[in-house]
């Protein structure tokens, strides 16, 4: 048996680089920026208006003073109007200040109020003197032109990409979704829909995949069921034009197993037991194509714990993020439980009260697919450890 991280890093070492891929702004939230982002310009692009008001020179502007308007400089206007002394030019927020101006005085500290008026008025008078260069705001005082707006690596959000988008970017280098497939094996698997016969189950695992992976950030491209048929796995596995393959059931040492039958020394694909329980028997490696492959065994506990630890961080990276783990963290143990001594349970749990319990009264038996409904973490209880008793502090890693 190889260790939980033994297995991890044997997977991590092979898979392949991200790719990069250039995409639109509005259809890059939740991915991750594969360069820099430089900003093309400064930001503020131009010294500019923080008020309506008037732009004035800051010697002119007492309280008292009435001065003549000139001008009237709209948001979005090119122009630049001479200023002189005694002289002022109405301004909206936004607009470029006049080279002349060395301040602005809101529409509220003149005798024009905030009237609204269609032309600017003749005169001004000023009932309260700005401070020099009030309420303007300076070319590249956000950002100067050149300045990193986004690291290369950052998960894009709304915020991310409005700043990208003020930089005078439209279309990003960000990391391409890997496409991956899903491929449920096993003669007894019937659709949900369908009622089951004596040794039939509904397939339920293709369902749990199809959303941990594109909770993961990657994208499913199909999902298929197969019997346990060597030729029947071999026709599904032809060709696909996928980055990743998933496939459960079949990997451990049944007769009919038929993806270790059909997988095993298929390009650097081999199958190991891991210290962990559930999900001991697992299959990894790239297909000669150089496509990883991820033989997980069947049953449905095993799978979901199975993705956690070894399928989902290797889609992050090749997704392109950098942070590809959940976080852990230690709390005490509400209730005591037992676990296995050779090997590292993986327990779906519940936290309660900042305590860790199992979600389960069967503890972590790999068919009990009904207690995940009530998981929210994974409880991880080293393989030396066979019996956790209440207070013990035991590792989570919270999954929603
Ligand atoms: N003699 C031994 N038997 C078993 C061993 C062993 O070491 N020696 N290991 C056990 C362990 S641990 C596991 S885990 C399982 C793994 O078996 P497989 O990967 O071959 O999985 P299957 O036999 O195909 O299925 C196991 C179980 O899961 C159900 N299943 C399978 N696919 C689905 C699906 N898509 N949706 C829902 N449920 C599914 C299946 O019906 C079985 O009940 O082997 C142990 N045996
Ligand atoms: O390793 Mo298995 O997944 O315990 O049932």
């Not at 301040?103 to 003197?129: F, K, Q, S, W, Y």
């Not at 020099?132 to 290369?152: F, K, M, Q, T, W």
Request: charged fraction near 20%; proline fraction near 8%; charge should be negative.
């Amino acid at each position: 048996m190889i260790s939980v991280e033994e297995h991890l890093a044997r997977i991590l070492a092979s898979i392949p680089a991200p790719t990069i891929t250039e995409r639109a702004l509005n259809s890059s939230a939740g991915r991750v920026l594969a360069a820099d982002v430089a900003s093309r310009f400064p930001v503020p692009h131009f010294d500019n208006s923080g008020m309506d008001g008037y732009a004035v020179h800051h010697a002119d502007a007492k309280v008292g003073a009435t001065l003549r308007v000139v001008a009237d400089i709209p948001a979005g206007s090119a122009d630049d109007p001479r200023i002189g002394a005694g002289e002022a030019a109405r301004i909206m927020t936004g607009a470029a200040v006049p080279s002349d101006a060395d301040a602005i005085v809101p529409l509220e500290h003149t005798t024009e109020g905030t009237r609204v008026r269609a032309n600017a008025p003749e005169t001004i008078t000023i009932t309260e003197e700005p401070r020099p260069h009030a309420h303007i705001r300076r070319a590249g005082e956000d950002a100067p032109a050149g300045s990193i707006a986004v690291p290369s690596g950052t998960v894009l959000g709304p915020w991310q990409l409005s700043s990208i988008a003020s930089a005078g970017h439209e279309r990003i280098p960000v990391f391409a979704r890997p496409r991956v497939a899903v491929i449920s094996t096993g003669s007894e698997l019937v659709s949900p829909s369908a009622t089951p016969r004596r040794g039939q189950i509904p397939e339920s695992n293709s369902v749990l995949l199809a959303a941990a992976v594109t909770e993961a950030g990657a994208e499913v491209e199909w999902t298929t069921t197969v019997a346990d048929d060597n030729e029947a796995l071999a026709a599904a596995l032809v060709a696909p034009a996928v980055d990743a393959i998933i496939l459960t059931g079949g990997a451990s040492v049944g007769a009919f197993d038929v993806v270790k039958a059909v997988l095993n020394g298929v390009g650097s694909i081999e199958f190991t037991s891991v210290a962990m329980q559930p999900g001991k028997p697992q299959g990894f490696g790239l297909t000669p194509s150089g496509i990883p492959v991820f033989c997980l065994p069947g049953n449905p506990v095993s799978v979901a714990v199975s993705f956690e630890m070894f399928v989902r961080p290797a889609l992050r990276r090749l997704a392109g993020f950098l942070d590809i783990e959940r976080p852990r963290r230690t709390v005490p143990a509400g209730v005591g439980w037992k676990a296995r001594a050779d090997r590292m349970q993986v327990m779906p749990a519940i936290i309660v009260d900042d305590t860790v319990r199992p979600a389960t009264h069967g503890g972590s038996g790999s068919h009990l697919v009904m207690s995940l409904a009530q998981a929210t973490a994974l409880a991880l209880v080293p393989a030396d450890v066979s019996q956790v008793n209440a207070g013990d502090l035991v590792t989570v890693m919270e999954i929603r």
